[in-house]
């Protein structure tokens, strides 16, 4: 009896944090939406601002977080997996490998305008990139990396050591065993990670900031090196640094809803590829 009443109790407690979560998301899809639907047409969604932010639309701005969260994803994720095969697959164990773990979760909790201070000190200044798309998304990949590498290592680690035994008790090597065998299955995990990190690069602010975003332009970034327009820095633009805050608001609020939506929309490319991938390797 008393272990069915911690069970009630434990379950209870569990869907209460639940419907607040819920809760919590839904109040702000809501509140987003009621204030920012107004705004959306498709005149706002293909053409560039026009009279001091207050009419026209932010399709350059759409465009820049685009290339901002596509280009950090570019440069984090081949070289987070290829941190997490070394630390899972190849280190050996002991001092060193704990210090490169205790050093990535310590990054992973640095402020994200430490990041942009970074990235205007190394890729805006030292090597010449200056305030450009290229300067951002190695920024935003700097930023992400951590999460990354530890969601791959964390799927790495799930792969049963007999799925590794069995490979090389039929000849293959190690990094044969790793490529064909072991990345598959952990293939969903790390996907999983990505997906985190693609809502956390498209909505930063600070580190786009001081390398990659402007308050305005006239047309769309047409190489890496070109500066761009980026829906997280409108959004604060348009809340802190204009002139007609009644217009104003409004398109900001329409901004956070585009925003909203494309990071849905990256992020459900991402989780179909992951149940493809789970689909033919798991099952």
């Known amino acids: 009896m008393k272990n069915k009443i911690s069970q009630f109790l434990g379950f209870s407690i569990i869907t209460i944090c639940i419907i607040i979560t819920l809760f919590f998301l839904a109040s702000i899809i809501y509140l987003i939406a009621a204030k920012g639907l107004s705004a959306i047409s498709w005149e706002f969604l293909t053409s560039i601002p026009r009279k001091s ?21 570019l440069i984090a994720l081949p070289l987070g997996i290829a941190c997490a095969i070394y630390i899972n697959e190849y280190s050996p164990t002991g001092y060193m490998v704990n210090i490169i773990r205790m050093s990535i979760n310590n990054l992973a909790g640095v402020p994200s305008v430490v990041f942009g201070l970074f990235g205007l000190a190394v890729f805006v200044n030292f090597f010449g990139f200056g305030v450009s798309i290229l300067s951002g998304s190695l920024t935003l990949a700097m930023l992400i990396l951590p999460s990354i590498i530890s969601a791959s290592q964390e799927s790495l680690m799930a792969v049963p050591y007999s799925i590794r035994e069995a490979s090389l008790a039929l000849g293959a090597t190690q990094w044969q065993t790793i490529r064909k065998i072991v990345l598959p299955t952990a293939l969903p995990g790390i996907m999983t990670g990505v997906i985190l990190s693609i809502g956390r690069a498209a909505g930063e602010t600070a580190p786009i900031l001081f390398t990659a975003a402007t308050f305005y332009r006239r047309s769309y970034p047409k190489s890496p090196l070109d500066e761009t327009m980026a829906l997280p820095y409108h959004i604060y633009a348009l809340m802190t640094e204009g002139t007609h805050p009644d217009k104003q608001v409004a398109i900001a609020y329409g901004c956070s809803l585009i925003l909203l939506a494309v990071v849905l929309l990256i992020s459900a490319f991402a989780i179909i590829l992951r149940n493809k991938y789970r689909s033919t390797y798991v099952n």
């Open 53 to 73: 932010m207050t009419e026209g639309g932010v399709a350059p701005a759409i465009i820049g977080t685009f290339y901002l969260v596509v280009g950090s994803i």
